[in-house]
């Protein structure tokens, strides 16, 4: 696998098109009980004609997951299989795959069915094309979506409202998973949120950066509690303890 050198990495930064043929995306997958969707997922991952480096981490699932994530990595449909000695959370598996990988672009997709990868093309053309160093997929810009939990959704444009407001961005979506982010730029970021504070935390850090972030439209499938979400309430309260963090540190 060949990669771009730090050089063209910086040359790509300041605005110069990324060429497809050079594009290794690493794909940064955190699992925690996904025994029903992981595989389902990984295809999809798969069916996306790009060059990839599938990166796993399992966060101490307890279901049969870790069985499944060991039986892919033999067959060659994970590139790189770490594991987590005890459940640290979404933020702590993204840090450790983050630190593992090698691609000049990073995406971070979950083990559910929520997010789709086939939209991954829409999501990198502004990094390709040397316009953005980052590009958030927004469910609120007019993609197609499950309708489910009002709260939820007001809720994230809550946090996204006093995110933007620390920031001095105006994203619809900072809770949005889909983030594409350049390789070198992802990985120069100080990152510490091990949950679901990762989402607020990496978009302080981004525009700290003074990063060209693009927002583009993306489906969302969402599930229900019974059907495997994990984030709850808690998760809400502790966001606005992050983004205020992130804002007074760097």
């Not at 069916?47 to 279901?63: E, G, L, M, Y």
């Not at 583009?216 to 979400?229: D, F, H, L």
């Amino acid at each position: 696998m060949t990669l771009l050198s730090d050089a063209s990495g910086a040359r790509a930064r300041r605005g110069t098109p990324l060429p497809k043929d050079d594009l290794v995306l690493s794909v940064l997958m955190p699992v925690f009980n996904e025994r029903n969707t992981i595989e389902l997922i990984l295809d999809a991952v798969h069916a996306v004609p790009v060059r990839k480096q599938v990166i796993c981490v399992d966060d101490c699932s307890t279901d049969g997951t870790a069985d499944i994530l060991r039986r892919l990595h033999a067959e060659g449909r994970i590139d790189l299989l770490l594991t987590h000695a005890e459940n640290r959370g979404k933020g702590a598996a993204i840090r450790t795959a983050l630190g593992a990988s090698s691609g000049n672009v990073v995406i971070v997709q979950d083990g559910d069915l929520e997010y789709d990868p086939a939209e991954w093309p829409v999501l990198l053309a502004p990094i390709v094309d040397g316009r953005a160093d980052a590009v958030f997929g927004s469910r609120f810009l007019g993609g197609p979506h499950r309708v489910l939990y009002y709260w939820h959704s007001m809720g994230n444009r809550v946090l996204t409202t006093f995110s933007n407001m620390m920031t001095n961005l105006n994203l619809t979506d900072m809770e949005t998973c889909y983030k594409a982010i350049r390789g070198d730029l992802a990985r120069s970021l100080r990152l510490s949120a091990d949950r679901f504070g990762f989402e607020p935390e990496v978009t302080a850090r981004l525009a700290q950066a003074g990063a060209r972030i693009w927002e583009v439209p993306i489906s969302y499938s969402g599930r229900t509690y019974a059907e495997g979400k994990k984030i709850g309430w808690k998760d809400g309260v502790a966001a606005f303890w992050h983004i205020t963090r992130a804002r007074l540190t760097r």
